[in-house]
T-cell receptor, first 112, second 113 residues
Framework: GDSVTQTEGLVTLTEGLPVMLNCTYQ??????LFWYVQHLNEAPKLLLKSSTDNKRTEHQGFHATLHKSSSSFHLQKSSAQLSDSALYYCALSDEGYQNFYFGKGTSLTVIP | DTTVKQNPRYKLARVGKPVNLICSQTMNHDTMYWYQKKPNQAPKLLLF???????READTFEKFQSSRPNNSFCSLYIGSAGLEYSAMYLCASSGTASSYEQYFGPGTRLTVL
């Protein structure tokens, strides 16, 4: 079945260093990939989405490129900020069935 | 307004008692979802409504019920809560014109004692 695997657990970074959160997926159908960010006590919010192979998508300083050949959609940012501390989910949408599959989430903490 | 609202934000329930959680959206989205989120686990899709059609996951359909009296509201109903139901319940909505982007509510934290 469809599934998403992402960098698990806790990631702690020093402010100014690059961010890289991994996401790989398995699906047999057409694919939309998403990154959601959830700050403390807030609802998850869409950060990035893509369905186009090898196209870089960017928003709020973050970027990701969907690579269907390697089934990956890694989240990157060149320089971490304190406000980036949050929980990040990678998710896969199965277009045919309107199902969403989430990874377990990665908790990013940026320290001064 | 792209807000999805959930009520209550926190719910305390006794084992064996019913629980009803409410979600609303005013974006005229045709699909509304309910997820269960437990610590260190991925959000798990429980069910979703596409318009008036209810789709429930095979491994949880006996545990959760839902109703959607109109386009804006959707409820999640637990007939008899067990300790294993303690979790965060997230509601989300999406429209076919939004490329399957889901808008999430802040969640309801259910604690069953």
């Amino acid at each position: 079945g469809d599934s998403v695997t992402q960098t698990e657990g806790l990631v702690t970074l020093t402010e100014g260093l690059p961010v890289m959160l991994n996401c790989t997926y398995q699906t047999a159908y057409s694919t939309f990939l998403f990154w959601y960010v959830q700050h403390l006590n807030e609802a998850p919010k869409l950060l990035l989405k893509s369905s186009t192979d090898n196209k870089r998508t960017e928003h709020q300083g973050f970027h990701a490129t969907l690579h269907k050949s390697s089934s990956s959609f890694h989240l990157q940012k060149s320089s971490a900020q304190l406000s980036d501390s949050a929980l990040y989910y990678c998710a896969l949408s199965d277009e045919g069935y309107q199902n969403f599959y989430f990874g377990k989430g990665t908790s990013l903490t940026v320290i001064p | 307004d792209t807000t999805v609202k959930q009520n209550p934000r926190y719910k305390l329930a006794r084992v064996g008692k019913p629980v009803n959680l409410i979600c609303s959206q005013t974006m005229n989205h045709d699909t509304m979802y309910w997820y269960q989120k437990k610590p260190n686990q991925a959000p798990k899709l429980l069910l979703f409504y596409y318009d008036k059609i209810l789709n429930r996951e095979a491994d949880t359909f006996e545990k959760f019920q839902s109703s959607r009296p109109n386009n804006s509201f959707c409820s999640l109903y637990i007939g008899s809560a067990g300790l294993e139901y303690s979790a965060m319940y997230l509601c989300a909505s999406s429209g076919t014109a939004s490329s399957y982007e889901q808008y999430f509510g802040p969640g309801t934290r259910l604690t069953v004692l």
